[in-house]
């Protein structure tokens, strides 16, 4: 028999999160986005104005049911991030040498640089500030605590941004977790309705209890993904995997944070202990830097995609290079046919398959989820179809990175959602109807969409009850007819 080439050949298993902004905020780049790739829009909170971000939020939910594809929506909070603030002009060029003083304020009415977060207090002399992820770096030569400024000297000039962000590595702050801003913006998480929030500047996990009892308000409270930015994050790494929904590993500040040369390790690290605890991995920032720019990405940025999906993370992401650059579409486009030709060349060579993350573990739902892939394995199964209420079972069985496709069927359709950022997932939301039995209306509708061929086997994994969270305790290999 003649498979069909949809599972093992097309379809796309690394998920890509596109940072939206004005270069792509428009129904029909939105719409371009989409169909080149886009699983996860991502609305970030340290620019644009909470309308902004509503208006925009459901641009991309019209524009997912217009395709029919399920796009899950990111709230990316700012977070306790030090940021230059607004400018009188557009730029401000500096020389290396130079003297410049920054001041608390949110807005400039001198030559002197605002800087919105009061970091003077802590500030000390020969202290590093780094600006733009460092393109920009000051050292500090003295600090007026009353008049809550610093006199620096310029020891990297490049010109200074309104909003750009900010790091001081040398400097001890307090325990910093949600701001201001950050209670302000979550005064919107139920009108946004997004799928997740991410938490900027995560130092331990009380920090990610704080907010998720902020967010057990909500009837369908979104998940939480940490980003990890800071060194006390990586001191407690584990702990925080363990709690969190998904991590992103935002290279940019973890970088200031650590040094450069440890980014790479750190990014296996948490790779490595994600999957074991099947949490979702997003690598973000400078993936395709150049694209701001340039319709063609650098050989190294293509290095740098194709490593992340060979390493088996849940999506990779994409910044200033949809948001702001001026070629948004080729930069989504390109992140896909990176991880198209990527993953062909796995699907070419793997041979064999083995739970690399089996772990010793109570939960029934990982041990079902575990023995479906490797079922799936055994019988050359076209499918593996997985009933799923929370979405919890689906993300299980694909942190066992499976060749055999894996599809979700939910009646939940936040689940459906969320469920596109998980790597290897195509979700389906279909509302409950008792008069229809549940698994024979399911088989029909995969085939009647043309994912499976009479005669193709599936392994097909449920539960007892099903719509109960928690229940699934069922795997069955199925034939099409």
Partial sequence: MTHLTYP????????????????????????????????????????????????????????????????AIMQDLQGPKFRIGQLMEEKIDIKKGQKIVLFHGATQIDDRIPVPM????????????????????????????????????????NPIKSKKGMNIPDTKLPPMSLTEKDLDDLTITGKLNPDYVAFSFVQDVDDIYNLRKILSKHRNPPKIIVKLETREGVKNLEAIIKETDAIMVARGDLAVEIDPENVPLVQRQVIKLARKHHTPVIIATQMLESMVTSPEPTRAEVSDVATAILEHVDAVMLSAESATGMYPVEAVAMQKRI???????????????????????????????????????????????????SGKTASRVASYRPVTPIVAVTDEEKTSTQLALVWGIKSFYYKTDTSVHTRSFILREIKRRGYVNTGDKIVYVTGARPHVIG???????????
Avoid at 29 to 58: C, D, P, Y
Avoid at 340 to 347: A, F, G, I, N, T
Avoid at 471 to 481: A, P
């Fill in 118 to 157: 009061d970091m003077f207090p802590y500030l000390k002399p020969e202290d590093r500030i780094l600006i733009q992820d460092g393109i920009i770096r000051l050292s500090v030569i003295s600090v007026d605590k009353r008049k809550k400024e610093a006199l620096c000297e310029v020891r990297v000039a």
């Fill in 471 to 481: 229940g699934t305790n069922s795997i069955k290999v199925e034939t099409i007819v």
């Fill in 339 to 389: 991880i198209k030709r990527v993953e062909r060349h796995r699907h070419e060579f793997l041979t064999d398959f083995t739970l690399e993350v089996l772990e010793e573990s109570t939960s029934q739902t990982t041990a079902v989820a575990g023995a479906a892939s490797i079922l799936a394995h055994q019988v050359k199964a076209a499918l593996i179809v997985v009933e799923t209420t």
């Fill in 8 to 71: 093992a050949e097309t379809l796309k298993r690394t998920k890509i999160v596109a940072t939206l902004g004005p270069a792509s905020d428009s129904p029909q780049i939105l719409e371009q986005l989409v169909k080149n790739g886009m699983n996860v829009a991502r609305l970030n909170f340290s620019h644009g104005t909470q309308a902004w971000h509503l208006e925009t939020a459901e641009k991309v939910r019209k524009v997912s049911e217009k395709l029919r594809k399920p796009i």
